[in-house]
């Protein structure tokens, strides 16, 4: 079973630090009577009395019934893995209401769902009946979410937004099971379409449909609920915004289907809920998905002239790329342009791809592997469900205060140096990537049978200082050797120059021909009729000289060239 997640952001979570580090939260036991805080979170896309004015760090929006005991798990902005092999992920979705956080009223968003179902359950079932409890008994506010829960067994999608009517505190969810063998992708745009009373895979808030057709957005005259049309306009930011990725990865995985790229609308049924792949999906497989710009396709965004001399795949965000409604009921807002979203975007804060495997034990079946920064040039570390910790690089960091010991900033300076020149550096960086994660993989076997033994024989405590010692010690040698890559790209690649470390021997590349023809590099100063050379229309750049007479007239010149 494998889970994975992009988190794609900036900007402070519930914890009310930048969403760039992973933090541990041991298992706990709690006496009777006890609550738990609910935390705002100021990346909701919602606003809450006494939040960032208040100067209050963490605002808490009400508290729910402590259970007895709660599980340890990993979490971000959003939780990840727990210590029974739990897994989750998240993405954000456009919907038709987005109310704000009340205090008592709508105290849950999708990162403190996410943490409360890791705290408290063991199966991916248990989890999504939990959320949409807690959904009904506490409210929902901010922005439409998907959360993805599975366990070894079992994978099921909740999608979530508020009540269409602001008077109403509680939230609409629907949840539905991913077949087994299957795959879903979500994209910032609600997944769940056709929900069908009976349907055994679905479950949903008690007063779905009524609280839908009271607000308008469907009626049972309409015919079978479609989700994603009752409740959001689709597309996140601008046309293909979300689309594009879900066939990407679905195209990736099932060439056999042939889908298209192009659809007629936000509410297209041309990519299935899930599919089927081809080929059975491995980690490292799983890892190259979050790494994709397009390549190969007509929306490559490594090649063209917006992708610079060197193949650089990351774009300057503009006006026209913020995260916008750009449509309702009635009106589409037609922009200037937009770029291609690619599934590795460069303002992503760390992305994972988490393990869940039923023939080993929960703390050693689960394994959280976890990338720090842009998911193409990240390095993914592998953390286990039964470590108690992580190396210290990977739980600090803060994006307005450069520091090379954290993680976040070690492979976010590789990523933006690497933007100097790209098509050179990029070799380099997938190179040293492929070795350390292979380097993992074969590490993680071996300590995967030296800690399951070590259960089996009743050395539960061993295990875990094990699998501790390896999570961080992994971690550490990761950053380290990161940071020797990050060396010798600065040598080999400073001034516009590739330096040989080793040799000592200096290169001046320059630019590729088709960047300096397209760029009036032929009309640059060669000649010393510089005028009537830039009259001159037609000149092609040829990456080839001709010698003339010094008295040479600019006819003569023209002429040879």
Same mark, same amino acid.
């Given at each position: ?28 036991d709690h006496a009777p009577g006890e609550k738990r805080p609910v935390f705002f979170d100021p990346d909701s896309g919602s606003d809450a009395a006494g939040g960032a ?37 998240? %993405? ?36 999504? #009946? ?16 998907? =959360? ?12 979530? %937004? ?25 994209? !910032? ?22 609280? =839908? ?68 999906? !491995?980690? $490292?497989?799983?890892?190259? =998905? ?36 750009? +449509? ?16 590795? #975007?460069?303002? %992503? ?5 988490? +393990?869940?495997?039923?023939?080993? /034990? ?9 990338? /720090?920064?842009?998911?193409?040039? $990240?390095?993914?570390? /592998? ?5 108690? !910790? ?25 990523? !933006? ?43 539960? #405590?061993?295990?875990?200082? =094990? ?31 590739? $330096?040989? /470390?080793?040799? #000592? ?57």
């Amino acid at each position: 079973m494998y889970v994975g997640h992009t988190n794609d952001g900036v900007g402070k979570d519930w914890r009310n630090i930048d969403d760039i580090s992973i933090l541990y939260v041991p298992a706990a036991d709690h006496a009777p009577g006890e609550k738990r805080p609910v935390f705002f979170d100021p990346d909701s896309g919602s606003d809450a009395a006494g939040g960032a004015s208040a100067g209050d760090s963490r605002l808490v929006l009400g508290h729910i019934d402590q259970v007895p005991h709660t599980y340890a798990y990993y979490t971000g902005s959003y939780g990840m893995m727990n210590e029974h092999q739990l897994l989750s992920a998240e %993405c954000t979705d456009y919907a038709k209401a987005e109310f704000d956080a009340a205090e008592g009223k709508r105290i849950f968003y999708s990162s403190e769902l996410s943490n409360v179902a890791l705290e408290r359950c063991t199966k991916a079932r248990e989890a999504v #009946e939990l959320v949409g409890g807690l959904i009904d008994t506490y409210g929902y506010y901010g922005t439409g979410e998907t =959360l993805v829960f599975a366990d070894p067994q079992e994978a099921w999608v909740i999608e979530i %937004c508020s009540s269409l009517d602001e008077a109403d505190g509680g939230g609409l969810w629907v949840a539905e099971k991913i077949p087994d063998g299957e795959v879903f992708v979500a994209a !910032n745009e609600f997944r769940i379409r056709e929900v069908v009373p009976g349907n055994p895979d679905q479950i949903y808030s008690k007063d779905l449909f009524t609280k =839908l057709d009271e607000g308008g957005v469907w009626s049972p005259a309409d015919g079978p609920l479609d989700w994603l049309e009752a409740v959001s306009y689709g597309e996140y930011a601008h046309p293909y915004y979300s689309l594009m990725r879900v066939w990407r990865i679905q195209d990736r995985l099932a060439p056999s289907l042939n889908l298209s790229p192009y659809v007629e609308n936000s509410y297209t049924k041309a990519y299935p809920f899930t599919i089927a792949p081809d080929e059975k999906v !491995n980690l $490292t497989g799983a890892f190259s =998905l979050f790494r994709d710009h397009y390549e190969g396709t007509e929306f490559d965004l490594s090649s063209g002239g917006t992708a610079g001399p060197f193949g650089n795949p990351y774009r300057y965000l503009g006006p026209a790329d913020a995260h916008t409604n750009f +449509q309702n009921g009635s009106y589409m807002e037609v922009r200037p342009g937009a770029n291609p979203r690619p599934i590795s #975007e460069i303002f %992503c804060s760390y992305s994972y791809v988490a +393990q869940a495997r039923s023939s080993l /034990p929960d703390p050693v079946g689960g394994v959280l592997w976890f990338g /720090p920064a842009v998911a193409y040039e $990240t390095v993914y570390a /592998p953390i286990y469900a039964g470590s108690t !910790n992580v190396s210290a690089a990977y739980a600090a960091g803060d994006r307005s205060t450069y520091d090379s010991s954290t993680a976040y900033w070690t492979f976010d300076f590789v990523t !933006n140096w690497a933007m100097l020149r790209y098509d050179a550096m990029i070799d380099e960086i997938n190179e040293k990537q492929g070795e350390l994660e292979a380097e993992s993989i074969v590490l993680v076997q071996e300590t995967d049978r030296k800690a399951a033994d070590l259960i089996a024989a009743g050395d539960d #405590e061993g295990a875990l200082r =094990l699998l501790t010692d390896f999570t961080v010690t992994r971690g550490d040698e990761i950053i380290e050797e990161w940071h020797d890559l990050s060396g010798t790209l600065i040598v080999t690649y400073s001034n516009g120059l590739i $330096t040989d /470390p080793t040799t #000592e021997a200096v290169e001046e590349p320059g630019y590729p021909a088709w960047w300096l023809n397209e760029t009036g590099y032929q009309y640059g100063p060669r000649i010393y009729e510089l005028d009537e050379l830039r009259a001159t229309g037609g000149l092609n750049y040829t990456e080839s000289s001709v010698w003339v007479p010094k008295n040479a007239t600019f006819a003569d010149i023209r002429e040879l060239i």
